[in-house]
């Protein structure tokens, strides 16, 4: 908490941002989800797309975690068009397996297969053997 008032307010601040949510995530969630916002807060007053994408991906999983699906969705969809309108590649796999999850938490199977299905496209592309492993484990 002592880098914070001292951190200049750019893309390295949304990383530190994200970095201490990180560390809330398991024990103090809804610190974690402070630290998120002020990650989202300030990529979005210096315009800094991946780190809004990088806040969403944070803050929904905490989301889901607590069971606040529907807004974990719409969230992730916001995360995609994100991706997409900067063309950001490996952020748009992420967001759309990050989106097929939440449309897998609300039962909407056939939508949670297409975003899969698309996530998985775009992460082959990528070729990290690590990721694809993490799509194969059972939940």
């Given at each position: 908490m002592l880098l914070l008032?001292?951190?200049?307010?750019?893309?390295?601040?949304?990383?530190?941002?994200?970095?201490?949510?990180?560390?809330?995530?398991?024990?103090?969630?809804?610190?974690?989800?402070?630290?998120?916002?002020?990650?989202?807060?300030?990529?979005?007053?210096?315009?800094?797309?991946?780190?809004?994408?990088?806040?969403?991906?944070?803050?929904t999983y905490l989301l889901n975690m607590q069971g606040l699906y529907d807004s974990s969705l719409m969230l992730n969809l916001e995360g995609v068009k994100i991706a997409k309108r900067t063309k950001d590649s490996l952020n748009l796999a992420k967001t759309l397996f990050n989106t097929g999850t939440s449309y897998r938490c609300i039962e909407e199977y056939e939508n949670a297969v297409k975003y899969y299905e698309e996530g998985k496209k775009n992460f082959q592309k990528f070729g990290n053997k690590q990721i694809e492993a993490q799509k194969k484990m059972p939940k």
């Open positions: 008032p001292n951190a200049k307010q750019d893309t390295n601040a949304v990383q530190l941002y994200i970095n201490l949510g990180q560390q809330y995530v398991a024990d103090k969630p809804e610190e974690a989800k402070l630290y998120y916002s002020k990650a989202g807060g300030l990529s979005r007053r210096i315009n800094f797309p991946r780190g809004i994408i990088q806040d969403i991906n944070n803050y």
